[in-house]
Structures are given as C-alpha cells and as structure tokens.
C-alpha cells in the first residue's frame, strides 16, 4: 500500500499550500490591501500577489483531485458517498469543485474582467466583498479538514 501512503502525502501536501494560501490571502494580505498598507493602487497590490498564488492553488487543486480520487479508487472507498456519517468526504468533493470552478472558470473568464472593473469605480465595496468571500472559502476549508482528518481517523459527528 506504498502508492496509497504516496498519495495520501502529496494529498496533504497539496492542501497545505492551497488552503494555506487561501488563509494568509484572507487573514493578512486582505486586510494589509483594504488600508492601503501595501500601496494607494488597492487593485495592482492585490492583483501582484494574487497572479502569482493563483498558478499554486491551481496546480495544488489538481494534485488534491488526482491524488484524492486515487485513494477512493485504490482503497474502494465509493460507497461513502451513501452514507451521511462520511459527510466529510462530500465535503472535500463540494470544496474541490468549488475551487475548481472558481479557478479555471470563473475566475480567468468572468471575475478578472468584472472585478477590475468594479475595482476601479468602487474599490471599497468591491475589497469588501472580496475579503468577505475568502472569509467564507476559508471556513469551509477549516471544517472541511477538521472533518476530513478527525473522519480518516474514525471520529464521527453522526
Ligand atoms: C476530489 C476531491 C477529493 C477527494 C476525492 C478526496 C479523497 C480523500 C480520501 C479518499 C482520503 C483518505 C480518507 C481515509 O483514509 O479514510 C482523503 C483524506 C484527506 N483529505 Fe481529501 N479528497 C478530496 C479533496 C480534499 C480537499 C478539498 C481537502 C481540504 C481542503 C482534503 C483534505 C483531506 C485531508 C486533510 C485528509 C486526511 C489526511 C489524513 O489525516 O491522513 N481533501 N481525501
């Protein structure tokens, strides 16, 4: 079972330099661009940092996916998604594809263009909602791995 503990490592290493990311873009560089700390140019500080960490999370999210389907493949781990005592495991899936979705859709697509321009005309309210939408993806990503590592252990809510 050395491919199954491979996987389950680069599993792991995937989400800590995801939602690590996704914590230090939430808790520090947020609040630091919200005040101006890191320069008038609200958008350019932000987007400097951001352009950089969205290749990371994105590759992060495609070790996570590969390496996570791997597992449940490997160890035969597809009926969990029937029982509700294994909601962790749909949570880690409805996380993934929310990320995804944001990442590779509507982020490069729909959000760039958007935002920027709200950005420009309103940065208070549109620094606002970014920062309180990376609060929520944040949250979900702390009880998802709560729930993922307490649940692979046995521990159960339900
Ligand atoms: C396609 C999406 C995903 C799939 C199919 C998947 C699948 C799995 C599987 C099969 C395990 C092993 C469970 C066990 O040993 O009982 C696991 C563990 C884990 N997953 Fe995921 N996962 C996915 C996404 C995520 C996401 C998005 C996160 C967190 C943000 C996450 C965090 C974890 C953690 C922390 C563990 C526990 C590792 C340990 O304690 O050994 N996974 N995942």
């Known amino acids: 079972m050395n ?25 520090a560089v947020l609040p630091a661009v919200r005040r ?7 958008l350019q500080a932000f987007q400097a940092i951001e352009h950089r960490f969205a290749w990371q999370a994105r590759a992060a999210i495609i070790v996570v996916g590969l390496t996570g389907f791997y597992m449940t493949w490997r160890l035969d781990l597809w009926d969990r998604f029937r ?3 294994f909601w962790w495991m749909h949570a880690m899936v409805c996380l993934w594809l929310l990320f995804a979705v944001i990442l590779f859709v509507a982020e490069p697509f729909i959000l760039h263009r ?12 549109a620094f606002i909602w970014l920062h309180r939408a990376h609060c929520v993806l944040l949250a979900l990503g702390v009880v998802t791995i709560l729930g ?9 809510i339900f």
């Open 83 to 85: 029982t509700a005592g």
């Open 148 to 156: 993922a590592v307490a649940g692979s252990q046995g521990w159960s």
């Open 114 to 125: 958007h935002f920027r321009k709200w950005a420009l005309e309103r940065p208070e309210a």
């Open 36 to 42: 101006g700390e890191l320069g008038q140019d609200r």
């Open 3 to 27: 491919d199954v503990i491979a996987a389950r490592a680069l599993h792991v290493l995937a989400v800590v330099i995801w939602i690590g990311g996704v914590s230090m873009a939430t808790l």
